[in-house]
């Protein structure tokens, strides 16, 4: 089974502390949620992860290697997928074309296909043609194409309808349930507690929870507490 840890990690933004000292786990078969407010840095833990920015210390470890020092492709070829935000397709690209891109030499389409049936009939047409929803669709199927055992996914849901939000996060249950370990980022709390494992609360940097999906979304008040600041881990 993957196991992708986080530990004490460390990570400025122009010299300004952003992450302090964060310990996190993904396992292979679940969904490891990461939910803060705006600006709790959980883009910046994304980025990290995957190499976008450097780290000040700590480790990142995937299945025994270490990561935190590695390029973002060294990381990529370790099995490490980053799905950023903002659905960046190669707009004058075909949809199959921009699977093409990514795709593993082991792998083929019928994956990606597999996960998103609608991509199908969509194949042929231009990826700036598509609509939001199928858009992160092609990034999400993207990103599964190189085989990875780790996926980042980060906000996905931001301006889409909430029955595309739905369908989406049906779609990465079913990643996970593929035997992939999967982090997501999410502004929808509720909907991505529901197909999570694992919970944890990022706040000013820190991780202020840690534990169970389903608890934390029995008790959305101590969810908002936690956002706020004024409840103890």
Do not use: W
């Amino acid at each position: 089974m993957t196991t992708f840890s986080i530990g004490a990690l460390q990570v400025d933004r122009s010299g300004i502390p952003v992450i302090r000292g964060v310990d996190l786990e993904a396992k292979g078969g679940e969904i490891s949620v990461l939910l803060g407010s705006n600006g709790a840095g959980k883009t910046t833990f994304l980025e990290s992860l995957s190499g976008i920015i450097p780290v000040r210390s700590g480790f990142i470890n995937l299945d025994g290697v270490e990561l935190a020092k590695l390029r973002p492709g060294a990381r990529a070829k370790t099995g490490l997928s980053h799905v950023e935000q903002g659905r960046t397709v190669f707009p004058a690209m075909t949809t199959e074309e921009n699977l093409k891109v990514a795709l593993h030499p082991d792998a083929d389409l019928k994956e990606a296909y597999d996960l998103f049936p609608e991509l199908l009939q969509r194949r042929n047409v231009e990826a700036g043609m598509l609509s939001g929803g199928e858009q992160q669709m092609v990034v999400i199927a993207r990103s599964i194409v190189n085989r990875p055992r780790v996926i980042l996914i980060d906000e996905m849901s931001s301006g889409l309808a909430p029955v595309i939000v739905s369908r989406l996060m049906r779609a990465v249950r079913q990643l996970a349930d593929d035997g992939i370990a999967v982090v997501l980022v999410e502004q929808f709390a509720a909907l991505a507690l529901a197909i999570g494992n694992r919970a944890y609360v990022l706040r000013r940097g820190q991780i202020v929870y840690d534990g169970d999906c389903a608890a934390l979304a029995r008790d959305p008040a101590h969810l908002h507490r936690l956002y706020l600041g004024d409840a103890a881990a």
